[in-house]
């Protein structure tokens, strides 16, 4: 049997970068790429339910439940099986955004939500989660030319309440958590990731590579 695989989930708020560097984490450690929320058949469909703006809006609560239904088919059908399979993954998105969002942005328990967290992933945590931090302002204005979902629409103050906690989290999290200076050109910030992550966790086996999707 293989060894078990490495689980690196990259954070941060809208507008961080974060998306852009998984996929390049992605592709520099031959790892299988995914996201939430969205992966699965029935994530697309969740992911609608929670960020379409044309549709009315969801209670904090029931996006909490449905954001944790999402992650664990994303973990059932995608990253279980992957890291099972010896597969080192790099997510974009994974529970520190449940914490950030819907605790610290929403303002929901965290004692709960944790809870929530761990029932949805069967007690699955990641090896590493780096958050790519980058002013809230910085960060809105990167988002101007898209068109901004339901979440990406909420205002300055919100985000500010996820960027400061997902601080926090990173603060209180030890060697699991490593926060990355997203500011300048995305070469640059691409090598701190990587850096961090080979810091922290080495590199892949030669014999991982991706399992298909």
């Known amino acids: 049997m293989p060894a078990r695989g490495r689980l ?5 708020g809208d ?6 560097h998984a996929r390049l984490l992605a592709d520099a450690l031959g790892a299988v790429p995914t996201s939430e929320p969205g ?4 994530g697309r469909a969740l992911r609608g339910l929670v960020l379409d703006p044309s549709l009315p809006p969801v209670s904090p609560r029931a996006e909490a439940l449905l954001l944790a239904a999402d992650r664990a088919e994303h973990v059932a059908e995608v990253v279980g099986p992957a890291l099972e399979a010896g597969q080192w993954v790099v997510t974009d998105r994974f529970s520190g955004s449940t914490l950030a969002y819907q ?3 929403r303002g929901l328990p965290l004692v709960e939500l944790r809870q929530l967290v761990d029932w949805a992933t069967g007690g ?3 090896d590493l989660t780096v958050v790519i931090d980058v002013p809230v302002p910085e960060a809105r204005a990167r988002r101007t030319a898209k ?3 339901r979440l990406e629409r909420l205002d300055a103050e919100f985000h500010e309440r996820v960027r400061a906690g997902y601080l926090t989290l990173a603060a ?8 990355v200076d997203g500011t300048g050109t995305v070469d640059a910030v691409g090598r701190r990731v990587q850096a961090v992550v080979a810091e922290r966790l080495g590199a892949p086996p030669v014999s991982s590579g991706r399992m298909g999707r």
């Open 172 to 179: 209180e999290g030890g060697d699991a958590w490593a926060v």
């Open 39 to 42: 992966a699965t058949v029935l």
């Open 15 to 20: 507008g961080c970068g974060k998306s852009t």
């Open 8 to 12: 690196i989930a990259l954070e941060g």
């Open 147 to 149: 068109e901004a979902d």
């Open 103 to 105: 605790g610290y942005g």
């Open 124 to 126: 699955l945590e990641a």
